[in-house]
């Protein structure tokens, strides 16, 4: 199991009971991406459909009001 996956993995049995069938269930509609620094998430207009896991590193969120 690739690191990011088992990390995920652990934080989410943390939460709840998760058993390897559900888990496997689960990681079919998973992905896993990769971001360079500075790179943005979510650009401004454009609508979130997603949910993310940070492994490593960090993100900050703003908001910009007129």
Known sequence: ???EMHS???YLR???PLTDEN???LQS???IRTYQKNEF???EGE???ELFF???GYCKSFCHLD
Request: a positive charge.
């Open 1 to 3: 199991m690739q690191k």
């Open 8 to 10: 995920l993995l652990l």
């Open 14 to 16: 943390s939460l709840s």
């Open 23 to 25: 888990w496997s269930l």
């Open 29 to 31: 509609a998973l992905s």
């Open 41 to 43: 998430l979510l650009k």
């Open 47 to 49: 609508v979130c459909n």
């Open 54 to 56: 940070i492994v490593e």
